[in-house]
């Protein structure tokens, strides 16, 4: 069992930025990948980046490539998404997820293939 738990958002500007985190705890993390997913009101939510927890290996959505970068740190358990440069539209609540999934990153885009989730932390942008 893995547990995920979410920090780190709130409102802020256009072109501002945030930082979230996802603490992870109950198993040894070392075979998962974390995902970073959004869902805006009235919207499915999306995949945002995914990041492979051992080598460090990263894939991003169009939408936040160049923008938004997801790392971990091992020593803490913790997965990370920096965001800036941030718009209107990227106003959503944020997940973290987490799966043991073996594959090519750019294939874990789906929520259904994720096994655990955090309980999601609100981002507003304002223009």
């Known amino acids: 069992q893995v547990q995920l738990v979410e920090s780190g958002g709130g409102l802020v500007q256009a072109g501002g930025s945030l930082r979230l985190s996802c603490a992870a705890s109950?198993?040894?993390?070392?075979?998962?990948?974390m995902g970073w997913f959004r869902q805006a009101p009235g919207k499915e939510r999306e995949f945002v980046a995914a990041?492979?927890?051992?080598?460090?290996?990263?894939y991003y959505a169009d939408s936040v490539k160049g923008r938004f970068t997801i790392y971990r740190d091992n020593a803490k358990n913790t997965g990370y998404l920096q965001m800036n440069s941030l718009k209107p539209e990227d106003t959503a609540v944020y997940y973290c997820?987490?799966?043991?999934?073996?594959?090519?990153?750019?294939?874990?885009?789906?929520?259904?293939?994720?096994?655990?989730w955090g309980q999601g932390t609100q981002v507003t942008v304002s223009s």
């Open positions: 990041i492979r927890w051992s080598g460090g290996s990263t």
């Open positions: 997820a987490a799966a043991n999934f073996r594959g090519v990153l750019r294939l874990a885009t789906r929520s259904q293939q994720y096994d655990y």
């Open positions: 109950g198993r040894t993390f070392s075979n998962y990948i």
